[in-house]
């Protein structure tokens, strides 16, 4: 495609990530037949830039779709976000890859080659980084009330104050109170203390690591409050160990209440350097 097609057409050139050559035989082979793109009407394809054995994988889009009411629509975006991850994933079968955001778009493959062009050096270091690597996700889920007990069971200053509690209606109400407040202080610093060492011996294992923001309930779907979110950057030589400390942190905390929960493997999307500058 030319810049004269692109002006033609009014059509952009969509982003999905880049890779190594690597990925041509599932860009270019039998097996893109199955590969759909955001915009199902227009094929993934590849944009080699030859000499520094990088390729963008790419495809075409109407800019005008990507409109701020249709960004924050979750029936229009939710498919589209599925398909994007999906060619990423492919990709990644076959190829270290570099991953960029979700409606990355320029106004022509010229464009984009100029910025592959300003940004190849890190590109190629990258790409080089990542390879043999893949990004796994670690949450932590916790039953407060179930956490709240135990912590409360194992501190004995919590157990004096519960002892003492004045049979009096009045004063027992203020006592308790201050016991409440008591309880939350330590279950807050168990959580820090435990997520804190489950980084760290988690961390052991993997080349790099990441603390991402713990989402609400309403993101998670879950009654549990998410207490721990991680992105850990691991290879397949270290991933058995990775598991195996996993499940061991599982089996040491059962019974207080937290569950933890490993996917992947990911796109490396928390370990990349932003691809926005020179976004058209």
Same mark, same amino acid.
């Given at each position: 495609?030319?810049?004269? $097609?692109?002006?033609?057409?009014?059509?952009? =050139? %969509?982003?999905?990530?880049?890779?190594?050559?690597?990925?041509?035989?599932?860009?270019?082979?039998?097996?893109?037949?199955?590969?759909?793109?955001?915009? &199902?009407? %227009?094929?993934?394809?590849?944009?080699?830039?030859?000499?520094?054995?990088?390729? /963008?994988?790419?495809?075409?889009?109407?800019?005008?779709?990507?409109?701020?009411?249709? !960004?924050?629509?979750?029936?229009?975006?939710?498919?589209?976000?599925?398909?994007?991850?999906?060619?990423?994933?492919?990709?990644?079968?076959?190829?270290?890859?570099?991953?960029? *955001?979700?409606?990355?778009?320029?106004?022509?493959?010229?464009?984009? *080659?100029?910025?592959?062009?300003?940004?190849?050096?890190?590109?190629? #270091?990258?790409?080089?980084?990542?390879?043999?690597? =893949?990004?796994?996700?670690? *949450?932590?889920?916790?039953?407060?009330?179930?956490?709240? #007990?135990?912590?409360?069971?194992?501190?004995?200053?919590?157990? +004096?104050?519960?002892?003492?509690?004045?049979? +009096?209606?009045?004063?027992? %109400?203020?006592?308790?109170?201050?016991?409440?407040?008591?309880? &939350?202080?330590?279950?807050?610093?168990?959580?820090? #203390?435990? =997520?804190?060492?489950?980084? &760290?011996?988690?961390?052991?294992? /993997?080349?790099?690591?990441?603390?991402?923001?713990?989402?609400?309930?309403?993101?998670?779907?879950?009654?549990?409050?998410?207490?721990?979110?991680?992105?850990?950057?691991?290879?397949? /030589?270290?991933?058995?160990?990775?598991?195996?400390? !996993?499940?061991?942190?599982? $089996?040491?905390? *059962?019974?207080?209440?937290?569950?933890?929960?490993?996917?992947?493997?990911?796109?490396?999307?928390?370990?990349?350097?932003? !691809?926005?500058?020179?976004?058209?």
């Amino acid at each position: 495609m030319t810049d004269s $097609h692109d002006e033609v057409s009014g059509l952009g =050139t %969509y982003l999905y990530c880049l890779a190594r050559p690597e990925c041509l035989s599932v860009v270019q082979g039998p097996a893109e037949q199955d590969l759909r793109g955001v915009d &199902e009407r %227009y094929p993934v394809a590849a944009l080699e830039e030859e000499d520094a054995g990088v390729v /963008a994988v790419i495809g075409e889009v109407d800019p005008g779709e990507f409109s701020d009411q249709n !960004l924050q629509t979750l029936s229009w975006i939710g498919p589209r976000a599925c398909r994007h991850e999906a060619v990423v994933e492919r990709i990644m079968g076959a190829s270290p890859v570099l991953p960029v *955001k979700f409606g990355t778009i320029f106004r022509s493959r010229a464009s984009l *080659k100029e910025f592959l062009g300003r940004h190849r050096e890190d590109i190629v #270091r990258v790409l080089d980084e990542l390879r043999d690597k =893949t990004e796994w996700s670690v *949450k932590g889920y916790l039953v407060e009330a179930e956490a709240r #007990r135990i912590v409360a069971a194992a501190d004995p200053a919590i157990q +004096s104050r519960l002892a003492a509690l004045s049979p +009096s209606p009045g004063a027992r %109400y203020l006592e308790q109170k201050q016991l409440d407040a008591m309880i &939350e202080t330590a279950l807050r610093a168990w959580v820090e #203390r435990v =997520t804190h060492d489950l980084h &760290e011996v988690l961390a052991l294992h /993997a080349v790099a690591s990441t603390e991402l923001q713990c989402h609400a309930g309403a993101v998670t779907g879950r009654p549990e409050r998410m207490v721990f979110n991680c992105s850990f950057l691991v290879t397949p /030589a270290a991933l058995p160990d990775f598991r195996a400390v !996993l499940s061991d942190q599982q $089996h040491a905390h *059962k019974g207080t209440g937290l569950t933890l929960e490993l996917r992947g493997p990911w796109p490396p999307y928390n370990f990349c350097p932003t !691809l926005s500058e020179g976004e058209s």
